[in-house]
Structure formats: C-alpha cells, structure tokens
C-alpha cells in the first residue's frame, strides 16, 4: 500500500523559506513524477511543481522565482522550499503521486494528508 | 490562479443525473487530456476520472467524463448523498508548462 506523508513546520515566519518533506512508503520513488499541490483556506487547488528521480522539475510559473524541489533517492523521500513567503502562501500542502509516467498527465492518484502551513508573525 | 472555469455549485436529488462543465482553451483542454478529483470535506482530493474519460479501479461506473475541443464535462448519474462533495478539473497548460486546476464546483445533494 503506496503512503504518502508530509512534514515541515506548521508556522512559517514572512520573508523566510518553508520547507516540507514528503516521504514516500509502499513505492519506489524512482519509478513516479512527484507533485507538490497546495489550497488556500476555503480556496481552490494550485499545482507548485513536479520531479522525477533524474533531475527532472517542471514549477508553476507563477511560483518559479521562488520555488525549488529535490529528490533524495536514499530516503525515498522528496522536498519542497518556498522563499521570500508571505500571508499569500498559506495553504494546506498536498504531496502526491503521478502515476501515469509522464511529466503533463497529471494522474495524481496517492496524495498525502495534506500539511496546513501558516505564515505569521 | 485557475485557468480552466467551472459552475460554482450544482445540485440535484438523490437518484438525478448532475452534470459539471469545465472550460479551458487550447493550449490546455484543447491539446491535453482532462482529469477530475472528488474532493471530501477535510480530506485530500481523489481521483475520479483520468484521460478524460477513463475511471481508476474502485470508482463506481456512476462517475464519466467526456472532453470536446477545449471543453470538459463530468456527469454523474443516479446522484447519491456520499457524492456530496467539490470537484475539480485539471489539465497540462502547454503555454505555460504546468497543471492548471479549475475553478471547484460543489455538489449539494437536495
């Protein structure tokens, strides 16, 4: 059974980096494209970026000056940071899983509980 | 940043057929194939309908989707109360090399 879990701080200071982790069990996470999804309080849900184990990374172009994502095949797990963040980037964030093989399918089938970050004074 | 429009709400009584547009264009819709999730309260989304018209294994054939030029639609028949709930479209944008998401439509069971 593919399991997805995200972590990272709960409450993330303005102008400085959020970082999650999502690690993945029951999967290799060399075999998928990853995602990282996130929904504002009472909001609709926006695409941040996806990664595949080679290095490949696609970002929502209204993110991109300030997003990065990594792999770490040996933890199979696989990260987020979002800079310079402000209220704006509240959300609840979803990683998951793309199971269709291919970077534009969006086939996103296992998601994580979701993590609620908080950017606040 | 919703790129592809939907109904803000749709409803019907147990039992209706409920049908959701999503409208894109053709860099997205128009060109790529259209994915939908079911979206619980509190909960993460779920697949529902990927390809546009195919359905995961477990989801109930009550659930189809079509795609027509740079349109999108779901239809769920034979509405029941668990489908209570907000659904999305989602789609590669070839302009702008990323998955848009629609606007959210939310299901009410009358």
């Known amino acids: 059974q593919v399991q997805l879990q995200e972590s990272g701080p709960g409450l993330v200071t303005p102008s400085e980096t959020l970082s999650l982790t999502c690690n993945v069990s029951g999967a290799s996470i060399t075999t998928y494209y990853w995602s990282w999804i996130r929904q504002s309080p009472g909001k609709g849900l926006e695409w941040i970026a996806n990664?595949?184990?080679?290095?490949?990374?696609n970002y929502n172009p209204s993110l991109k000056s300030r997003v990065s994502m990594s792999i770490d095949t040996s933890k199979n797990q696989f990260s987020l940071n979002l800079t310079s963040v402000t209220a704006a980037d509240t959300a609840v964030y979803y990683c998951?899983?793309?199971?269709?093989?291919?970077?534009?399918?969006?086939?996103?089938?296992?998601w994580g509980q979701g993590t609620m970050v908080t950017v606040s004074s | 940043q919703s790129v592809l429009t939907q109904p803000p709400s749709a409803s019907g009584t147990p039992g209706q057929r409920v049908t959701i547009s999503c409208s894109g264009v053709i860099s997205n819709i128009g060109s790529n194939s259209v994915n939908w999730y079911q979206q619980l309260p509190g909960t993460a989304p779920k697949l529902l309908i990927y390809s546009s018209s195919q359905r995961p294994s477990g989801v109930p054939d009550r659930f189809s989707g079509s795609k027509s030029g740079a349109s999108a639609s779901l239809a769920i028949s034979g509405l029941q109360s668990e489908d209570e709930a907000d659904y999305y479209c989602?789609?590669?944008?070839?302009?702008?090399?990323?998955?848009?998401f629609g606007t959210g439509t939310e299901v009410t069971v009358l």
């Open positions: 989602a789609a590669w944008d070839d302009s702008l090399n990323g998955f848009v």
């Open positions: 990664i595949y184990h080679g290095g490949n990374t």
């Open positions: 998951a899983r793309d199971s269709s093989g291919s970077y534009y399918l969006g086939d996103f089938d296992i």
